[in-house]
């Protein structure tokens, strides 16, 4: 009978608590969350994470909360909850007599993961400094913080390669410039099919003046890397080439024609695209915003709102010379591809799912 007794989930409250492969881990059978006998889950996680050599309670997750309404399914004493990390609001079950642990299912990810969610916010909460005041005071370009991507950002510097090396053919004399704009920039008067496909693709490269290039080339700089990061270089090439495409049909589809002829250049249909898909998947970083001299760390959903609000503006008062269809359509497609994409994203990046997690405790 004492077999049975052992056998009783914390959490459920039934005898569905099963061995699992590691005689250490018990597996529930109703509620799939694990226990961990004596140590095993320190043990587990100082095999991990090799800056780890011996995993305690109280020095990695601080001192112990209150105590919790489950039992240890040995000692059957009431279990104490712990605190995951500072600024992670999970809290996990330990037993204060024999070291086991009760993890909830959604809260094994987090601890396995737990010092690399701790090393993320401790990047993400850092404050602005000076530095980060002079640079956006200087350039009126704003500061991201976000997590390090584990990936080098080959197409995005390739990408932004691209943009410069264009500029800079155009630069060498006029009537280059002129031939770089007349034939790969998109125009809607283009006969040729393939020569206007050609432009569908070409135009996201080519850029009228120094800030209009250094402009979107600093925000493909600034966000590429960590979307890149999250959808592999393939897809991320694939689906920046493809944005660019769509927002240009979508000014096409908006134009006036009567007026003459649609000349289109410049990657920001593109990049507002990036935009859209920065905003449903890393919720947790932030751009800072200057107002004259007051920088502030804004979340992307308020930094976006703001920046969709002035192209609205611009696209009803007719200010002209800006693409703002482009702008917004390439906007609200990368939301929805964003959306779509949402779930395939953090099953394959778990540390980015788990930083979108409600329990993730962000500081602006
Ligand atoms: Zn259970
Ligand atoms: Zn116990």
């Known amino acids: 009978m004492p077999r049975q007794r052992h056998q009783r989930c914390p959490a459920c409250n039934t005898n569905s608590l ?21 140590g095993s889950l320190n043990h587990a996680i100082a095999q991990q994470h090799e800056c780890i050599d011996q995993y305690e309670h109280e020095v990695h997750l601080g001192p112990a909360l209150r105590t919790s309404d489950r039992h240890c399914r040995r000692c059957h004493v009431p279990m104490v909850h712990y605190q995951l990390l500072a600024h992670y609001s999970t809290e996990i079950d330990c037993c204060p007599t024999c070291d086991g642990v009760w993890l909830d299912k959604h809260e094994v990810d987090q601890v396995m993961h737990s010092p690399k969610i701790k090393q993320a916010l401790t990047d993400l909460n850092q404050s602005v400094t000076w530095k980060s005041w002079l640079f956006q005071f200087l350039t009126a370009m704003p500061v991201e913080y976000n997590v390090k991507p584990h990936r080098t950002p080959w197409v995005t510097r390739a990408l932004v390669a691209l943009c410069v090396l264009m500029f800079g053919l155009g630069a060498l004399s006029p009537e280059a410039h002129e031939w770089i704009f007349v034939n790969l920039g998109l125009n809607s008067d283009t006969r040729s099919p393939s020569h206007f496909v050609l432009q569908l693709l070409s135009y996201q490269f080519v850029h009228g003046g120094l800030m ?7 925000f493909l ?3 590429g890397d960590n979307l890149e990061d999250a959808l592999g270089h393939g897809a991320f090439l694939a689906l920046y080439l493809f944005a660019g495409v769509m927002a240009a049909l979508a000014e096409l589809l908006l134009f006036d024609t009567s007026q ?23 919720r947790h970083a932030s751009l800072t915003f200057m107002i004259v001299v007051y920088q502030k760390k804004l979340a992307p959903h308020w930094y976006f709102l703001i920046w969709s609000l002035i192209n609205l503006f611009g696209m009803f008062t007719s200010q002209g010379g800006v693409a703002w269809a482009a702008h917004l359509g390439g906007f609200a497609l990368g939301l929805m591809l964003g959306y779509l994409l949402k779930d395939y994203v953090f099953r394959k990046n ?15």
């Open 260 to 282: 003459g002829p649609l000349l289109l250049i410049g990657a920001s249909g593109s990049i507002a695209t990036l935009f859209g898909l920065y905003l449903m998947w890393f």
């Open 212 to 218: 209009h290039l250094a402009g979107n080339i600093y």
């Open 350 to 364: 778990p540390l980015i799912a788990m930083l979108n997690r409600s329990e993730a405790v962000l500081q602006r």
């Open 18 to 38: 099963a061995p699992s492969s590691n005689p250490a881990i018990f597996d529930c059978r109703e509620c799939h969350g694990l226990w961990f006998e004596d």
């Open 221 to 223: 700089w600034i966000i």
